[in-house]
Nanobody
Framework: EVQVAESGGSLVQAGGSLRLSCAAS????????IGWFRQAPGKEREGVSCISSSDGTIYYADSVKGRFTISSTNENTVDHTVFLQMNSLKPEDTAVYYCAAEFPPSSCDPLRYGYWGQGTQVTVSS
């Protein structure tokens, strides 16, 4: 069974940093994508950053380029961890952040992702 779980959300001041972690497990195929998405109140869920396992392709939303960095590790063939390092945070980054997985890799369109975590709240105060 595929499981995805996020952690690391918190309240932080503008200009600060946070690192989110996504633990994905239950799949051993090496052809997947894991992405970070966020949803602010009253807004649609949007892709923040996604990484493909097959060729390492990485996507960043324009709004986070140069500030956020996605990285991944594979502890073994069935456990995978993806991090989202967020620097120079802005109040507009405030949202619930979700991690999701999809097989095979796809774009960073949340509609294409089928396995989701519960979300972690990131609040950036001004």
């Amino acid at each position: 069974e595929v499981q995805v779980a996020e952690s690391g959300g918190s309240l932080v001041q503008a200009g600060g940093s946070l690192r989110l972690s996504c633990a994905a497990s239950g799949f051993s195929n090496n052809d997947y994508a894991i992405g970070w998405f966020r949803q602010a109140p009253g807004k649609e869920r949007e892709g923040v950053s996604c990484i493909s396992s097959s060729d390492g392709t990485i996507y960043y939303a324009d709004s986070v380029k140069g500030r956020f960095t996605i990285s991944s590790t594979n502890e073994n063939t069935v456990d995978h961890t993806v991090f989202l390092q967020m620097n120079s945070l802005k109040p507009e980054d405030t949202a619930v952040y979700y991690c999701a997985a999809e097989f095979p890799p796809s774009s960073c369109d949340p509609l294409r992702y089928g396995y989701w975590g519960q979300g972690t709240q990131v609040t950036v105060s001004s």
